[in-house]
């Protein structure tokens, strides 16, 4: 049986991103969530209230000990927010992980605007993190900030999408719902491949809290059910459409989505 996830990120103690999302996430579409955590925050809808640090070493730990038990079928990366981190996750995935695909969420900021992601880490995530990527997801600002590049509409997405494969990834799939327009595009560059576009209706809401990391969790056990990379991608964005468009209206800032919309009130 395949759709085994090891989660490398951060924890959220509001319950709506990172691990917890993860999680949840990977476990409402069949899978199997692992996890390796690299930081502990305090947040809620409001914002990041603070951020605990996980010792690099009981990271490398956390690590070897799920892969050389239990092993994965899919790794998925989510906030590396220290250069060191980048180095212990890079030994370990070398050591324990080698060949299976990887998906990268390049966590920078948050959804209240904090920032994830140290400035001497920015450096080590492009050169070592980005080209071990199945498939990277940014959104809109973290694909600018990767690529010196600025998108200002849509039309600019595939020279972001170009220049991000020119890193070294596989894949990357650059999502349109930091901009204004009435349609969300999101579009998807596989090398030696056309591009694809995925587009959907804008919804209009604040309950937007960890979508990056649920569709970047969401496409990660797809791939690790054996999905083709564009398939996971059109499953994964389906998902957290739903998601969002049921999303419970918790809390009074960002609020978290409905993660277990696929699963029946019976069965929880």
């Known amino acids: 049986m395949r759709g085994r996830v090891l989660v490398i990120a951060g924890s959220d103690s509001g319950g709506g991103a990172g691990i917890q999302a993860d ?22 809808t409001r914002g990041v209230f603070g951020i605990h640090d996980v010792p690099v070493q009981f990271l490398s730990e956390q690590i070897e000990v799920v892969l050389s038990d239990l092993g994965a079928d899919c790794i998925k990366l989510g906030m590396l927010h220290r250069a060191d981190i980048i180095t212990a996750v890079c030994e370990g995935l070398d050591r324990f992980a080698p060949g299976i695909p990887v998906v990268v969420d390049p966590v920078m900021v948050a959804k209240g605007g904090a920032r994830l992601l140290e400035p001497a880490a920015q450096t080590a995530l492009t050169r070592d993190i980005v080209p071990r990527a199945t498939i990277l997801t940014p959104n809109l600002p973290e694909a600018e900030a990767l690529t010196g590049l600025s998108a200002p509409d849509a039309a600019h ?16 799939l650059v999502k349109g719902g930091h901009r204004e327009d009435a349609e969300v595009m999101d579009l998807l560059m596989e090398s030696g ?18 979508t990056g990391c649920t569709l ?41 989505l409905n993660h277990t919309h696929t699963v029946k009130p019976s069965e929880l």
């Open 23 to 44: 999680i949840k996430a990977i476990t409402a579409l069949g899978g199997f969530a692992m996890t390796a955590i690299t930081a502990l925050t305090a947040q809620n």
């Open 157 to 172: 997405a595939h020279d972001l999408a170009q220049a991000l494969l020119g890193l070294g990834c596989y894949a990357a």
């Open 193 to 210: 491949k056309s591009p694809i576009r995925f587009t959907s209706k804008r919804i209009d809401t604040r309950h937007t809290h960890g």
């Open 216 to 256: 970047a969790s969401a496409i990660a056990v797809g791939i690790a059910q054996g999905l083709p990379l564009d398939q996971a991608v059109a499953r994964a964005r389906a998902y957290v459409l739903e998601a969002i468009r049921t999303a419970p209206g918790f809390g009074a800032g960002h609020g978290p």
